[in-house]
Nanobody, 126 residues
Framework: VQLVESGGGLVQAGGSLRLSCAVS????????MAWFRQAPGKEREFVAG????????YYADSLKGRFTISRDNSKNTVDLQMNSLKPEDTAVYYC????????????????????WGQGTQVTVSS
C-alpha cells in the first residue's frame, strides 16, 4: 500500500491550496482515510477524515468550514481543499489510511493508522 501526497507549496495568507493523496497497492474498500498535519515543534494534529467510499466525513472543529476532504474517483485520490489559509496552517500535511471497518467518526483522530504518506509541506506567509 502506498500513499503519496502532493500539492503543497507556499501561499499567501487568505489563499487556497488543494492537496492530493494518491492511493495505490490494494483495494481500499471502506478504509478510513485521513489528513493530519504537524507544525514545527508541535504534535501531529488531526485535520479531517472520511471513509474511502466518501461517507462518514469528520473534521477537526477548529478547521471546519475552511477545509474540505473529498475523494476523486477518476484519479484514485483523497483530496484536501484548504481555503482562507492562515500562517498557523503552516505544517507538513500527511495522508493516512486505516483498515478499521467499524469505527465512529469521532475516533478518527486517535486511530492507529496502518499506512502513512511521506508528507507535503504547506507554508502560509503573512
Amino acid at each position: 500500500v502506498q500513499l503519496v501526497e502532493s500539492g503543497g507549496g507556499l501561499v499567501q495568507a487568505g489563499g487556497s491550496l488543494r492537496l492530493s493523496c494518491a492511493v495505490s497497492g490494494r483495494s481500499f474498500s471502506d478504509y478510513v482515510m485521513a489528513w493530519f498535519r504537524q507544525a514545527p515543534g508541535k504534535e501531529r494534529e488531526f485535520v479531517a477524515g472520511m471513509r474511502w467510499s466518501g461517507s462518514n466525513i469528520y473534521y477537526a472543529d477548529s478547521l471546519k468550514g475552511r477545509f474540505t476532504i473529498s475523494r476523486d474517483n477518476s484519479k484514485n485520490t483523497v483530496d484536501l481543499q484548504m481555503n482562507s489559509l492562515k500562517p498557523e496552517d503552516t505544517a507538513v500535511y500527511y495522508c493516512a489510511a486505516d483498515r478499521s471497518t467499524v469505527v465512529v467518526t469521532t475516533r478518527y483522530p486517535t486511530l492507529e493508522y496502518d499506512y502513512w504518506g511521506q508528507g507535503t509541506q504547506v507554508t502560509v506567509s503573512s
